[in-house]
């Protein structure tokens, strides 16, 4: 019987190890009973890579900053960048022809959140591979200069961070006209 409770206990061990160093992964998991927030028929998708939210007129990436779109997911390695980093990179980014990328202030970053949802806190058909963590925001915290807003995609909660950390992006832009009458 002792056997059989310490190997119960080596396994959840062995477990909490693999997920702490990155290679065992949790998958979404999804209140059934929860409003969706974020629901998929609120964004018009498109071919390129990038999918429009309908009801904030906010043109998204569907991948992070450093992943590529395959035409089905996102591949590759997400960049993780200072805030400072995240703010340049943005500034003249080109992304399938499209030029006036950002980096999304908090609250709209906040509104593609799934809050229904963890493990990521987003709708993964519209976002695929959208990591479990930490994304910029382009607004500054009002009390301490060396400090912004992220959005965690891990429970879709909202936070100040030092601005010298390495955090993922996802970049924005307002939608054209002409990408608004498709709808």
């Not at 909660?157 to 390495?166: G, L, Q, T």
């Amino acid at each position: 019987m002792k056997k059989n409770k310490l190997s119960k206990v080596s396994k959840l061990l062995f477990c909490i190890l693999m997920f702490a160093t990155g290679q065992l992964h949790a998958e979404q998991f999804c209140l059934s009973t929860a409003a969706v927030t974020a629901p998929e028929d609120e964004f018009l998708k498109f071919d390129n890579g990038q999918v429009l939210h309908l009801s904030t007129n906010l043109m998204w990436m569907r991948c992070s900053l450093g992943q590529t779109w395959t035409g089905d997911e996102c591949t590759g390695e997400a960049l993780s960048l200072t805030w400072k980093e995240a703010l340049n990179m943005s500034v003249g980014y080109e992304f399938n022809e499209s030029n006036g990328w950002r980096l999304p202030n908090v609250k709209e970053l906040a509104s593609i959140t799934e809050r229904s949802c963890a493990r990521p806190s987003i709708n993964i058909s519209l976002f695929p591979n959208t990591l479990e963590d930490d994304y910029w925001s382009s607004t500054p915290s009002l009390t301490d200069p060396q400090r912004a807003w992220v959005v965690a995609f891990f429970n879709s909660s909202n936070s100040i961070k030092e601005k010298d950390r390495a955090v993922f992006v996802r970049l924005v832009r307002t939608a054209t006209r002409a990408e608004r009458e498709l709808e």
